[in-house]
């Protein structure tokens, strides 16, 4: 597969229709068939969408899949959560570049191949992780990278590797009625054209769903109003950018499940009077697109997708896949839409919302898998059944990706409300100390809040719950986190670029051992910027892990602290650095005395 | 009878589809800025027009006015906001005002000024940036870019030319040029575009007329930013 073919750039231009908007797809192919989007492919894109070429530059070095400089017959990116490292993700990189003789994010001397690292990949249960060439390879032991480094050494294309190697166990633990119920498909949606879309809207605000995303949004009133929106046209997106470290659900619905997302899509295609619809799959996700592809082309097959669907006439609509590049920050729906016309992924300005101007400014939808997995059990079972789950807030069941220090990591399907003791004991961590809800931009909860409860009253989640054991270390947790939010940062406004890039040194500066009290205050200060006048959620939240691990695991903190007022960051001995270098000098007299 | 907001006390009339910015200016009222300019599409990237807009902070350059609505910018934790905002664009570049050919008329040293800003605070970046002085009128100095993309939009709605675009991302996020060579020169920038005079701070120059008023003399040097926010215009006024 990595074959350095070359370029077909007419051809693949051609396959996105010639438009712009589809220049991240664009771009992904060419960097999947040609191992690089190397500068003149730049040019000659710009001369085929006959759009600057400057243009074409922002987005290819704005997502992190895409570069300019060859990786390799194989690139490697071990995944670099929080739970990867707790399951020795470090040491086995090592052990890996050792047996391959690599270094790091360099180049292999004879081009063969490439490791670096990469935000967390999706397979938080099955961790620690990594892809080649975009492809996962879950559940890593130096077994498993001994038999990998073999088939590089040999050369053999990613096509010929064993497949066992790329088997994805769905670890569903607790099934419920959206994971655990047979689903036929056409159900909800024969059930929607016979009640109406008016009646399916009233079932869907009875049912109280809200948005499985993580901000709780009612999903009848987003429809009602994107239905209402003037326009053109109007769009259905599913949003399946699940980047949030620790969340793996939607990866879940989709291996098994992807025709009751795509129902719930084509229910609100119905309701809103959509004639095209878009799944934005995170490019992590890779090795689902092909088998995604096949549930369209059933689905097609069966009249579920296309022209007079069901034989309604006039009832058209269709789904296309567009794949993410590495990305966090597409996951926000603003963002995402950006992405899906071919732009770097930076929120909007909002309002107005997608719901009135989203895809081309027209009105869209935006949905989290799982609230469109949701809408099409209610669209097929009714409003009252779906309501009479969970709490009255919080309707229905939550998809939990529960990793880290349990004996049974994997999918969990609650009612809402339940607390996070019982999911521990289901779990099976007897010796949990902190629990991660909802990722790096969630709620860090410590032990002594364990009878909280998830429902967007008590602990609202997208999904990811990262269970952490006694002997772990909640600075570091935390100082992992930092890093991935100055990795995602998108730079557009001025508190994210500037504000996560100085938390995650600072963090680094505690790390190194000289931090002082003064550098704790500095941090509380920055998170204030953060929260008060960053552009979107990233950088509202980017702050909170070091803030919530601060307030509940001080310990953590201040025994790195060197003075309790003030050391600078500055290294005066380091800075003569470049000198010693250049003069060849190495002795004593060539650096500064340390205390 | 003109639609009213209250913007610190003080009742200011708008038109319906105007931004709190735009009312606020034509009021002849401040609220400090960097990526924002009459002339152009807010963008709403620098905030530092961060408000309160009845309890809840957004940036005055991208939320429109509406009736009754009350507006808080004078006060002094958002002053204290916008300050450490300030900080954080001088440590992430390498501002070197004393040697500095826009100093005195610079946006950036100006909002500092205004501000109140006496040290950097924050630890600086150093970061290595490019700077191209291949342009024969027109020097590009990246190491005082903040990334206001006012140059963006300048040379795209205005010149019709797309000249310059942010590159990268996160703190690696820099601005680039429409030319394979990367170069400034290879593209079709004139020293009589827009985009090569609107910049706020000295990352574009004209050529060969850095001091042809001296330093001491300069907008900045005799006005807070306050009273002339943007060098070289008039106020707008409204009756």
């Known amino acids: 597969m990595p074959e350095q073919d070359v370029c077909d750039l007419p051809g693949i231009v051609a396959r996105w229709q010639h438009d712009p908007a589809n220049l991240v797809q664009i771009l992904r192919e060419v960097q999947e068939s040609c191992g690089t989007i190397p500068s003149d492919a730049l040019d000659r894109l710009a001369q085929l969408l006959g759009v600057p070429r400057v243009r074409i530059e922002s987005t290819a070095s704005f997502y992190a899949f895409f570069h300019a400089e060859s990786h390799g017959a194989y690139e490697i990116l071990f995944s670099d959560n929080i739970v990867d490292r707790m399951a020795g993700k470090e040491a086995l990189k090592q052990y890996f570049c050792e047996r391959l003789w690599l270094e790091p994010r360099k180049l292999s001397e004879d081009g063969l191949v490439y490791v670096d690292d990469t935000a967390d990949i999706g397979l938080a249960d099955q961790a620690p992780a990594l892809l080649v060439n975009g492809y996962a390879i879950p559940s890593l032991d130096k077994a498993r990278l001994d038999l990998v480094a073999e088939l590089i050494r040999a050369r053999k294309p990613l096509a010929d590797w064993p497949p066992m190697l790329f088997e994805i166990p769905d670890n569903v633990r607790k099934p419920g009625p959206l994971m655990g119920e047979a689903f036929a498909p056409g159900a909800a949606l024969k059930a929607t054209l016979a009640r109406g879309a008016d009646a399916t809207l009233a079932e869907l605000d009875a049912a109280n769903l809200r948005g499985r995303g993580g901000a709780g949004f009612k999903t009848a009133t987003k429809w009602a109003s994107c239905r209402k929106a003037e326009g053109e046209a109007h769009y259905v997106v599913c949003n399946a950018d699940e980047g949030e470290p620790g969340t793996f659900k939607d990866r879940v619905l989709l291996a098994s499940h992807a025709d009751l997302v795509f129902e719930g899509m084509t229910v609100c295609a119905r309701a809103i009077g959509a004639r095209r619809g878009f799944l934005y799959l995170r490019g992590e996700y890779r090795n689902l697109h092909e088998k995604l592809k096949s549930v369209l082309a059933a689905r097609r097959e069966q009249g579920l997708l296309g022209r007079n669907i069901l034989g309604e006439d006039g009832f058209d609509f269709d789904i296309e896949i567009h794949l993410g590049a590495g990305a966090y920050i597409c996951g926000e729906e603003s963002a995402l839409i950006e992405s899906l016309e071919g732009k770097p992924g930076k929120p909007r300005n909002r309002p107005p919302f997608p719901d009135r101007r989203g895809y081309r400014d027209q009105p869209t939808v935006v949905n989290n898998v799982e609230t469109f997995a949701c809408a099409a059990k209610i669209a097929e079972k009714g409003g009252a059944w779906f309501a009479a789950l969970g709490t009255p807030q919080s309707a229905g069941t939550k998809l939990v990706s529960v990793s880290g220090d349990c004996k049974r990591p994997g999918v969990y399907e609650y009612p809402f409300g339940a607390s996070v003791r019982q999911i521990l004991i289901d779990c099976g961590a007897e010796d949990a100390h902190a629990v991660q809800v909802s990722g790096p931009s969630g709620t860090c909860i410590s032990f002594r809040e364990f009878d909280r409860r998830i429902a967007f009253e008590d602990l609202a989640t997208a999904g990811a719950f990262m269970v952490f054991s006694r002997e772990r270390d909640m600075f570091e947790v935390a100082r992992n986190f930092t890093h991935f939010f100055a990795h995602e940062s998108c730079g557009f406004c001025t508190p994210c670029r500037v504000g996560t890039s100085l938390l995650k040194n600072t963090m680094d500066k505690l790390a190194a051992g000289k931090g002082s009290a003064y550098d704790m205050h500095e941090m509380k200060h920055i998170m204030h910027i953060l929260r008060s006048m960053a552009h979107c959620g990233l950088g509202h939240t980017a702050a909170n892990p070091v803030v919530q691990t601060m307030e509940k695991f001080p310990d953590a903190y201040e025994r790195r602290l060197k003075r309790l007022d003030f050391e600078p960051a500055f290294d005066l001995d380091g800075a003569l650095q470049t000198a010693r270098l250049i003069t060849g000098r190495d002795d004593a007299w060539a650096h500064l005395a340390n205390e | ?239």
């Open chain 2, 1 to 239: 009878m003109a639609k009213t907001f209250i913007l610190d006390g003080k009742t200011i009339p708008f038109e319906e589809g105007e931004t709190i910015m735009e009312a606020a200016a034509a009021a002849g009222v401040y609220i400090p800025h960097l990526c924002h300019h009459p002339e152009f599409k807010p963008h709403g990237s620098c905030k530092l027009c961060t408000v309160s807009i009845g309890g809840r902070l957004g940036a005055a350059c991208t939320n429109k006015a509406a009736e009754g609505m009350k507006v808080e910018s004078e006060t002094e934790a958002l002053n204290g906001d916008r300050r450490a905002l300030v900080q954080m664009l001088f440590v992430e570049g390498n501002h070197v005002c004393p040697s500095c050919e826009k100093s005195g008329n610079c946006q950036l040293q100006a909002a500092a000024y205004h501000l109140g800003m006496l040290t950097p605070h924050f630890t600086h970046f150093y970061p290595a940036r490019d700077v191209d002085a291949s342009h024969p009128d027109v020097l590009l100095e990246r190491n005082r870019c903040i990334l206001c993309e006012l140059c963006v939009r300048a040379s795209r709605d205005v010149d019709g030319k797309h000249v310059f675009g942010i590159g990268g991302r996160g703190i690696r996020a820099r601005l680039i040029v429409n030319a394979a060579s990367g170069r400034l020169a290879d593209t079709s920038l004139s020293v009589t575009d827009r985009a090569a005079e609107v910049c706020p701070t000295g990352a574009i120059v004209r050529k060969r007329h850095g001091f042809t008023i001296p330093i001491g003399k300069r907008l900045y040097d005799h006005h807070d930013i306050a009273e002339a926010p943007v060098a070289g215009m008039e106020r707008p006024g409204r009756d």
